[in-house]
T-cell receptor
Framework: RKEVEQDPGPFNVPEGATVAFNCTYSNSASQSFFWYRQDCRKEPKLLMSVYSSGNEDGRFTAQLNRASQYISLLIRDSKLSDSATYLCVVNRNNDMRFGAGTRLTVKP | GAVVSQHPSRVICKSGTSVKIECRSLDFQATTMFWYRQFPKQSLMLMATSNEGSKATYEQGVEKDKFLINHASLTLSTLTVTSAHPEDSSFYIC?????????FGQGTRLTVV
C-alpha cells in the first residue's frame, strides 16, 4: 500500500464548477499535511497547509481528519487557471511524502 | 520567502557520461535536502535524503553508486548521475525544508541520448 493515496483523476470540469479531491495516508505518526500544486513541467508549489480545524483560502478549502487519516481539498467556482496537478503531501520528521497527484482540467 | 535554486534546468548528455545537478538554498540553511525523480505523468518519487556532513539515505531501489549525493555545506547539495543511460532520462527535483513548508528547486530535465 502506498503511503499517500489520492483520487487517480483526471478531473475535467467546466468553469465555475466545484471539485473535491481526496487523499488518505497510512502512517498515523504523520505530523503535518499540505496540498501542493504542480503545473506541467514545473516544480510543485505550496497551495495550502491543512489543519485539523479545517482552513480556507479564498475558493480553496482544506480539511484534515486525523482519526480517518484523510485529507481533502475543495475548489469552488473553478477557473481555467486552476488547471494543474494537485499533490497531497504528508510530512513526518521532515520527510515529505507525495501522493501520485490528481490532474484537474477546467474547461471553458 | 525562502528560495531553492537548482541548476542546470535542462541537460542533454550522451549515454555513459555523468551529470551533476546542484541544489542551493539561497537564504536559509538546510541541514537536510531531498532529491526526487518524476517520470512523465507520474508522481514525484523520493530518491534520497541528503544530510549535511554525513552520508545520504537512499530509498529502496535507488542505487547509491549510480546516484551520488554530496551535501558538503548547509546551502548546497549535489546529485551526480553516473554513467547515465536513456532510462535515467527524467525530471529531477530537489527540495529543502523551511520552517513550515518544503521549498523546491526549479527542477532539472535530464535527457540521455
Amino acid at each position: 500500500r502506498k503511503e499517500v493515496e489520492q483520487d487517480p483523476g483526471p478531473f475535467n470540469v467546466p468553469e465555475g464548477a466545484t471539485v473535491a479531491f481526496n487523499c488518505t495516508y497510512s502512517n498515523s505518526a504523520s505530523q503535518s499535511f499540505f496540498w501542493y500544486r504542480q503545473d506541467c513541467r514545473k516544480e510543485p508549489k505550496l497551495l495550502m497547509s491543512v489543519y485539523s480545524s479545517g482552513n480556507e483560502d479564498g475558493r480553496f478549502t482544506a480539511q484534515l481528519n486525523r482519526a480517518s487519516q484523510y485529507i481533502s481539498l475543495l475548489i469552488r467556482d473553478s477557473k481555467l487557471s486552476d488547471s494543474a496537478t494537485y499533490l497531497c503531501v504528508v510530512n513526518r520528521n521532515n520527510d515529505m511524502r507525495f501522493g501520485a497527484g490528481t490532474r484537474l482540467t477546467v474547461k471553458p | 520567502g525562502a528560495v531553492v535554486s537548482q541548476h542546470p534546468s535542462r541537460v542533454i548528455c550522451k549515454s555513459g557520461t555523468s551529470v551533476k545537478i546542484e541544489c542551493r538554498s539561497l537564504d536559509f540553511q538546510a541541514t537536510t535536502m531531498f532529491w526526487y525523480r518524476q517520470f512523465p505523468k507520474q508522481s514525484l518519487m523520493l530518491m534520497a535524503t541528503s544530510n549535511e556532513g554525513s552520508k545520504a539515505t537512499y530509498e529502496q531501489g535507488v542505487e547509491k553508486d549510480k546516484f551520488l549525493i554530496n551535501h558538503a555545506s548547509l546551502t548546497l547539495s549535489t546529485l551526480t548521475v553516473t554513467s547515465a543511460h536513456p532510462e535515467d532520462s527524467s525530471f529531477y527535483i530537489c527540495s529543502a525544508m523551511g520552517n513550515t513548508e518544503a521549498f523546491f528547486g526549479q527542477g532539472t530535465r535530464l535527457t540521455v541520448v
